[in-house]
């Protein structure tokens, strides 16, 4: 391997799994997405016909479609802040101490965003389950009546976001935990010759340097939420009556279960030019932001 | 006040040894009203920290819990008559062993994307070459591209392909990931330049140079990088659900997401699916927590 060519052939193959798994897929999808491909376009290509724009105007005429985006936009308003200031409390709390007790509770806060969450949401139907779960149990301790927890349209947003905050602050933590590692020991140690209490310091001091990683866990958690997917698969399918089918859910339902796989396609345009939009508007705002 | 301001006292010290700055408190010396402030958030998080855990010690107690007991109102913690049965039934009658193999051979594929994630990162890190700024800039892109977007045209491909229902289908779209590459190429820029030019003046080929020299000196992301590529590939879900007709090739988490179906009827046998499921992960991550921390703080997350 000579030095010229060197880095073609390192980068070559992960390169070319990106490009194959990462770039081509959304090109893929914008061509589909303008084909009436189904099931039997699938097996046989030259049933496929070229329909233009008949899948997009279908879609924004399709009420299921704008239920999905409507609860995908609900919890994501839920989920985000609580997920960013839950863990960035966390975080702070802490790290107050570095002593070893301190230190084995992390790990508690981050087991679950590593496990898998497929296992997770079967314990947590049970846990919610109405006749024999767990939560309903402890409510009726303190006297109040039994929750529908995964079959009531309302409260069935509620239980899925409370499962996915428990599960999304754990990488939150960590990230916020490296993030404060890194503020300079000289500004908590002027800060306190100056007088400054703790709390203070924590506000005047600590946050303003947290900044970047503020953000770059809100925009991480704004862009996961747009994707939820698992929690609402595995626990209510979607149900009850589509109540909390998110536009992911949606996507696989359209394309999985139905095969309208140019209909589906269209839908993941769709979803990628939200998350662009987003990310777009996240990055100018941060642009405005003071430099680091 | 700014930031620059507060530095003030400090830059002083030297400067005046006769009367000495305040001392910062030491360890054994806290002041009492700080120490009662330690130890009531010590409280809180202790309490936080059982909240959280809660689900898992439910799930593992569950599991062992004959089906009269699991499905008992009012509800309790510790089983009085723990039974494996449950165990026994995934591996004898539900073909658990077989998923469990599937899922650690796509555990052992991914490893196969982490050496080619390790040679991409180590390219950009040190070689400077036509077309580097552009391509890493596709290697930040994609991090942005959801799985749900391009998971209907990734199928289609890889059904052209002819790779739906086979293990490497399934392993393939998650093979190589942009923020791996990245989390790479952020550590390997640490890399003197000068040890690898000795060691090409001394005649070793680049692929030695990447697999004696560079990999070794790489040692902590790599342990990271192993223990997050082994979690993602033991909990992935939704490729195996999409591509996997055929029993056969289920993994974990498919069986497990099957079992969904008999909520009402056996929560034992699902609790002990998902203990199987969870128990490995949490034994890797309490082992490997230290060097999953740091690799964050590694990566210039500050």
């Given at each position: 391997m000579r030095t010229r060519s060197a880095p073609y052939l390192l980068i070559a193959p992960a390169m070319l799994l990106l490009i194959a798994f990462g770039v081509l897929p959304i090109m893929v999808a914008v061509v589909v997405s303008l084909t009436d491909m189904n099931l039997a376009g699938l097996g046989d290509w030259s049933r496929i016909e070229f329909i233009g724009v008949a899948n997009y105007t279908q879609l924004f005429a399709d009420p299921a479609f704008w239920q999905a985006l409507w609860n995908t936009g609900i919890f994501a308003i839920l989920g985000v802040p609580a997920v960013v200031v839950l863990s960035l409390i966390v975080a702070l709390l802490l790290n107050r101490s570095q002593n070893r007790f301190f230190r084995a509770l992390r790990s508690f806060y981050f087991l679950p965003a590593i496990t898998a969450i497929v296992a997770i949401s079967l314990v947590w139907g049970y846990l919610y389950n109405t006749q024999f779960g767990l939560f309903n149990y402890l409510l009726s301790l303190i006297g109040i009546?039994?929750?529908?927890?995964?079959?009531?349209?309302?409260?069935?947003?509620?239980?899925?976001?409370?499962?996915?905050?428990?599960?999304?602050?754990?990488?939150?933590?960590?990230?916020?935990?490296?993030?404060?590692?890194?503020?300079?020991?000289e500004y908590l140690e002027a800060a306190s010759l100056d007088g400054a209490g703790s709390m203070r310091t924590t506000v005047s001091v600590v946050i303003p340097l947290l900044r970047f990683a503020i953000f770059f866990v809100t925009i991480t958690t704004i862009i996961a939420w747009l994707q939820f997917f698992d929690e609402p698969f595995v626990l209510t399918k979607g149900g009850p009556l589509g109540a909390s089918t998110s536009v992911s859910l949606f996507l696989y339902q359209t394309g999985f279960s139905s095969s309208q796989f140019g209909y589906a396609a269209a839908g993941s345009v769709v979803l990628f030019v939200i998350i662009a939009v987003v990310t777009v508007i996240q990055l100018r705002g941060r642009k405005a932001d003071v430099d680091y | 006040m700014s930031i620059t301001d507060l530095r003030q006292p400090l830059a002083l010290d030297p400067e005046l040894p006769a009367t000495p700055p305040p001392r910062r408190p030491r360890h054994g010396s806290v002041p009492r009203s700080a120490r009662t402030t330690t130890i009531i958030v010590g409280v809180a998080l202790t309490v936080g920290a059982a909240i959280t855990a809660l689900p898992f010690f439910w799930m593992v107690f569950s599991s062992v819990k004959p089906r009269s007991e699991s499905v008992a109102y009012p509800p309790a913690l510790l089983p009085r008559e723990p039974t494996f049965e449950f165990y026994v039934q995934l591996f004898q009658e539900l073909d658990f062993g077989r998923y469990v193999l599937n899922t650690l051979a796509i555990v052992l594929i991914s490893m196969i994307g982490l050496l080619l994630m390790a040679m991409?990162?180590?390219?950009?890190?040190?070689?400077?070459?036509?077309?580097?700024?552009?391509?890493?800039?596709?290697?930040?892109?994609?991090?942005?591209?959801?799985?749900?977007?391009?998971?209907?045209?990734?199928?289609?491909?890889?059904?052209?392909?002819?790779?739906?229902?086979?293990?490497?289908?399934?392993?393939?779209?998650?093979?190589?990931?942009?923020?791996?590459?990245?989390?790479?190429?952020?550590?390997?820029?640490?890399?003197?330049?000068?040890?690898?030019?000795?060691?090409?003046?001394?005649?070793?080929?680049?692929?030695?140079?990447?697999?004696?020299?560079?990999?070794?000196?790489?040692?902590?992301?790599?342990?990271?990088?192993?223990?997050?590529?082994?979690?993602?590939?033991?909990?992935?879900?939704?490729?195996?659900?999409?591509?996997?007709?055929?029993?056969?090739?289920?993994?974990?988490?498919?069986?497990?997401?099957?079992?969904?179906?008999?909520?009402?009827?056996?929560?034992?046998?699902?609790?002990?699916?998902?203990?199987?499921?969870?128990?490995?992960?949490?034994?890797?991550?309490?082992?490997?927590?230290?060097?999953?921390?740091?690799?964050?703080?590694?990566?210039?997350?500050?």
């Open positions: 009546p039994p929750v529908q927890w995964l079959s009531d349209p309302v409260m069935v947003k509620f239980s899925l976001v409370l499962v996915a905050v428990w599960r999304g602050t754990g990488l939150n933590i960590i990230i916020f935990l490296a993030a404060l590692q890194s503020v300079p020991k | 991409a990162g180590y390219g950009f890190a040190k070689f400077t070459f036509r077309g580097r700024e552009p391509l890493f800039f596709l290697v930040l892109i994609t991090m942005m591209i959801p799985v749900q977007v391009t998971m209907i045209p990734t199928y289609l491909i890889l059904n052209g392909m002819k790779l739906t229902n086979t293990l490497i289908g399934i392993a393939l779209p998650t093979l190589v990931s942009g923020f791996s590459i990245f989390l790479f190429r952020q550590f390997m820029s640490t890399i003197p330049t000068e040890i690898l030019e000795a060691a090409r003046i001394d005649g070793a080929s680049e692929m030695r140079i990447f697999l004696r020299i560079v990999l070794p000196m790489s040692r902590p992301i790599m342990a990271v990088q192993i223990v997050l590529t082994f979690i993602a590939g033991w909990n992935s879900f939704l490729w195996p659900l999409i591509l996997a007709n055929d029993e056969r090739l289920y993994t974990l988490s498919v069986g497990v997401s099957l079992l969904n179906q008999q909520i009402a009827t056996n929560p034992s046998l699902q609790m002990a699916a998902a203990t199987l499921m969870v128990v490995p992960i949490l034994i890797v991550f309490v082992i490997f927590q230290r060097s999953v921390v740091q690799g964050f703080a590694l990566s210039g997350l500050k």
